[in-house]
């Protein structure tokens, strides 16, 4: 490739470069026949050339661009495409079961990314664990439902113009598929792997295959399928929460609500000794396998009936079907004040935080759990381009298109087996071992550590509620634990939910070439988005609406006398279910729970007996249930220039104006009863809240060539995101108060609010400065400045509000219960939690980018180049604790401090090679102050790093060997909460994925 001033000057034909295959001869339009003399081809196959495209690309753009390409036919450089996007500069990835699900830009959280396919708005939502965010509700783009195979090109805009879709304050990406207009001729490809993941032990297929014909760039048709499937386990600890113990709450109160978890006093450890210690709510090993089949197709057709008008249809459909196989064995500390298991403590060991590090305890709930959740995921976007050069001067593009996105959970089913008065130990100390805590009663101790991720067991079901001690072996312990007549059933859980999305969108976008120099665009938009959200749980109360009395559904199953319970006749192991555990995570050697001694409810046996159980049956959560709809309107006018001045500038001024209509679609309260979960009077009335809104987004982008090889960018502008769509409900739902035994507030009332769709948008004010020096051919340092002023939405909390019997009833309250809280709570005044939204909160951040092939080495070094960015955030805001009233200043939520990313390659005519490491700095993901009686506040994720691996091998001119690992060393995803001692709360392993593939074209 030449080193000249033309290397970059291709912006007018980029689209129709052939990905594999080089540059189309023919445009549609003589604009693009002039630019296609003055600009040599690139060739795009291989990772290296793929790199040196998207360069150009950035070097040509006025704003802040990356762009990433396939580097081959139906080879995207990642199996998920989010992990690709990981390598852009500013971005970070949100993962869930091992794999990439969504993205943040620019320390910005996955909400604040606006996602197109095809240039048309999309979303997509998915399923995901409970500790991953559970079923998407936000605006978030599941990037996991897609087959990376589906894309040729992935374009992230982290600056604003007036021509650009507004909603992505953090940036806007957008996936391109392949069309038959970018291959000449008759053009057939294939990619068929096979995929191994190390803890689950199966191989399963990843395929592909895409053909095209091109008619001489008159008429061209393509398809192309995608297909895989894949076992991926996840194993490891977890904990749920950790609570802190306050039995002296009346006279120090250490939370804001009285406490539901005790620890009853026995010898030594009285109530002072014990107030203020931390214990996890819910310790546990944890197994989550997950079985998915992913499915990917497109269609396109083009036709260009002259010269000057080129008609596109594309055509979309993915879906993901996941089914998620859980194991929990764990001890259950929580929310058992004045009831059974009284939770004495035997021995406890706690570190300087109070914390209890390793603990010995008696009269304990076992639990061990299985759980399935079934989720289907589909997409599907059809949508219509036009681009007709009216005049040789003058260009109209026509958009029209529809999307969908489903996802239905048809079950989450829990079933669990109980052994009640029992005794365990943990510890996350590796100098501590349960067993000697178990076996050895003893006093309070100081001076415990948490220096092991996995807490080592000690369990001995049923020992008794007088318990003190013994002699036991580990092997005894082994054997006791899958004892099935020491269980009972405690747990039938049952749950569904879907959620439904529509959009259309129809665009219209002119530009008109006013002198070589000056381009102006302009255009209108239209644009609808729809989502329902329907969830169903079993936690309703028997009787009547208004008269619900006794257990909640789940848990109904201890009262069934019809059935019987008996542990023996649903108990296995994970052994005999053929589960491994173990494989990855570094599970302590003095720990009694293996494989062989983990028993499980037999998920299969339970479903026989209590599927059919009226107390079973899900019923709609009617006070959480949402219809939403958007109408956006938008106008836009953008003028495009390139101007010799004291040096050659390049960019746009413009400004998008927006009219925006809302809708809020929610269950009258007064149609719903919230404790038998039915519909009063037969059937449930819908309400509708509306709104509308209008915005003024101008935006300025600069490019100066100060030389030949360096470029300097300025970019002004306002932009904004919509709030999540679960945020624009105006559903409220109602805590009760409850009376405890003596006489206190136990679990207080609260009544939470949704925004409704009145809630504002988030707004930011931005600009980004930055250098890039092109040094050398294909090389790149780069270095950009970027500051914003961005509003927030906070929850607010209003403490001692009165609340009419009117108003209660309105909210689907019973009598009943209106009467029970005039009885226990005369003159009750009401804690209501409502998003509001904030005064701007400054950022600002720093990127850095190298990138450049090593042919200056002699050989065979020369062959080897690198492309590496690193990320510098400080986005912080001040927050006051709820719990202790202190100030302390927070990084923002979702966002890492500092990230870097680096690849390594080696490329040669007939193999080629890569390694590369990513890291992402530790996080805050939530504030949480929903636990009042548990004194929990903040949860984030530790700092985490990647490395991975590919290599291809060329058997011919058309046929490629490949080979692939994934997550080299096995990171582990861990999650704490508090933000003064992170409490360690998910420690999971995924494992590492090998591919071997044959991939080809014809």
Request: charged share 25%; with cysteine.
């Amino acid at each position: 490739m030449k080193n000249n001033n033309q290397l970059f000057k291709y912006s007018k034909l980029f689209s129709c470069m052939v990905l594999g295959g080089g540059f189309l001869v023919g445009n549609t339009s003589l604009a693009a026949e002039d630019a296609v003399e003055d600009t040599e081809v690139i060739q795009v196959s291989g990772f290296r050339s793929s790199l040196n495209a998207s360069l150009m690309t950035k070097r040509d753009a006025a704003g802040s661009k990356d762009v990433i390409l396939a580097e081959d036919i139906g080879k995207f450089p990642d199996l998920n495409v989010a992990d690709s996007l990981s390598r852009v500069p500013g971005i970070s990835v949100e993962e869930d079961g091992g794999e990439g699900r969504q993205i943040t830009i620019r320390g910005l959280g996955s909400r604040f990314v606006k996602t197109t396919i095809n240039g048309m708005e999309s979303a997509s939502a998915g399923a995901g664990t409970d500790a991953g965010g559970g079923s998407n509700t936000s605006r978030a783009f599941d990037f996991n439902t897609f087959a990376s195979e589906l894309f040729t090109m992935v374009e992230v805009d982290k600056s604003t113009s007036a021509a650009l879709e507004d909603g992505g304050i953090g940036g806007n990406v957008n996936l391109q598929s392949a069309r038959p207009f970018q291959y000449e001729g008759t053009k057939l490809a294939y990619n068929v792997n096979a995929r191994y993941n190390d803890i689950a032990g199966d191989v399963t297929p990843r395929l592909s295959f895409m053909a095209s014909h091109n008619w001489d760039n008159e008429f061209g048709i393509l398809a192309s399928v995608a297909y895989n499937e894949g076992v991926v386990q996840s194993e490891g600890a977890t904990t749920v929460r950790w609570t802190v113990l306050n039995p002296n709450f009346d006279d120090k109160p250490l939370l804001t609500k009285d406490p539901v978890t005790w620890v009853t006093p026995k010898g030594s450890y009285t109530n002072d000794q014990l107030d203020g210690l931390y214990i996890p709510r819910i310790p546990r090993y944890s197994i989550f396998e997950s079985n998915q089949e992913r499915l990917g197709i497109t269609t396109a057709l083009q036709w260009a009936p002259t010269d000057d008008l080129t008609l596109s249809l594309d055509v979309l459909h993915a879906s993901l079907s996941t089914t998620m196989n859980e194991y929990q064995y764990s001890v259950l500390f929580r929310d058992n004040k004045q009831k059974s298991p009284l939770n004495y403590a035997e021995a406890i060991v706690k570190d300087a935080n109070g914390m209890v590090t390793a603990g010995a305890f008696s009269d304990v709930f076992i639990r061990s759990e299985a759980r399935q959740d079934k989720s289907e995921s589909d997409f599907t976007q059809i949508s219509f381009n036009a681009d007709w050069y009216l005049t040789d001067k003058l260009k109209a593009e026509l958009l029209v298109g529809v999307g969908q996105s489903e996802l239905s959970v048809p079950h989450q089913r829990t079933f669990a087996l109980d052994s009640r008065a029992s005794a365990a130990a943990y510890s996350f100390d590796s100098s501590v071992n349960p067993l000697d805590l178990l076996n050895n009663p003893a006093a309070l101790k100081d001076g415990g550590k948490i220096d092991q991720d996995m807490m080592s067991w000690a369990f001995l079901p049923a020992a008794g509620e007088n318990f003190n001690g013994g002699n036991y072996t580990q092997d005894q312990l082994a054997t006791a634990m899958t004892q099935g007549s020491d269980y009972t059933v405690g747990l039938v859980r049952n749950r569904k939910e879907g959620i439904e999305s529509d959009n259309s969108s129809i665009k219209l976008d002119f530009s008109y070439e006013l002198s070589d120099e000056l381009t102006l665009k302009f255009g209108v938009n239209q644009r609808t988005f729809e989502t329902k959200y329907m969830p169903y749980r079993n936690d309703w109360k028997k009787g009547l609406p208004g008269e619900g009395t006794g257990c909640k559904g789940e848990v109904c199953v201890v009262e069934d006398d019809t059935v019987s319970l008996a542990g023996q006749d649903y108990a296995t192991t994970l052994s005999a279910l053929g589960v491994d555990f173990g494989n990855a995570a570094d599970v302590p050697a003095n720990s009694s729970l293996t494989a062989g001694s983990w028993l499980t409810p037999d998920y299969d046996k339970m479903m026989a007996a209590f599927s059919g159980k009226s107390y079973f049956e899900s019923r709609l959560r009617a006070d959480k249930a949402y219809d939403i709809k958007e109408d956006v309107f938008a106008l836009y006018t953008q003028l495009d220039f390139r101007l010799d001045w004291i040096v050659p500038v390049r960019g746009n001024i413009g400004v998008r104006y927006l009219d925006n209509e809302n809708q809020s679609s929610t269950i009258l309260g007064s149609s719903r009863d919230n404790t038998t979960r039915l519909p009063k009077n037969g059937e449930y009335q819908w309400g509708t809240v509306s709104s509308s809104g209008d915005d003024f987004l101008p935006s300025l982008n600069l490019a100066f060539d100060l030389t030949d090889d360096l470029v300097a960018r300025f970019n002004a502008g306002k932009a904004i995101t919509r709030p999540k769509i679960s945020d624009l409900s105006s559903a409220i739902s109602v805590s009760l108060p409850k009376k405890s035994q003596d006489n206190s507030d136990d679990t207080g009332g609260t009544i939470k609010a949704g925004g409704g769709p009145s809630i504002q948008p988030y707004e930011s004010t931005q600009f980004d400065l930055g250098l890039e020096w092109y040094f050398t051919e294909e090389a790149l340092l780069g270095a950009t400045v970027f500051w914003k002023d961005i509003t927030d939405l906070r929850k607010q909390t209003v403490n001692n509000v009165q609340v009419s019997d009117a108003e209660l009833r309105a909210l689907g309250v019973s009598q009943n219960d209106i009467d029970q809280l005039h009885n226990d709570f005369p003159n009750y005044g009401w804690s209501v939690d409502q998003l509001v939204n904030t005064e701007p909160t400054k950022m600002w951040g720093a990127e850095f980018v190298y990138q450049q092939p090593f042919s200056f080495l002699p050989e065979p070094f020369n062959n080897l180049g690198v492309q590496s960015n690193y990320t510098y955030i400080d986005y912080t805001f001040d927050d006051e604790d709820p719990f202790y009233g202190t100030n302390r200043e927070l990084v923002a939520l979702e966002t890492s401090e500092n990230t870097f990313n680096a690849t390594v390659y080696y490329e040669v005519d007939n193999w080629s090679a890569r390694v590369s490491y990513g890291f992402r700095e530790g996080y805050n993901k939530e504030l949480r102050n929903e636990y009042k009686d548990e004194g929990t506040y903040g949860r984030g994720y530790d700092d985490k790093s990647t490395w991975k691996f590919s290599a291809k091998y060329d058997l011919t001119d058309n046929m490629a060997v490949s080979f692939e690992a994934i997550n080299l060393s096995n990171e582990p995803k861990k999650q704490w909460q508090n933000f003064d001692n992170h409490q360690p709360v998910e420690y999971l392993v995924h494992g590492r994925q090998f591919l071997v593939g044959l991939r080809g074209s014809l």
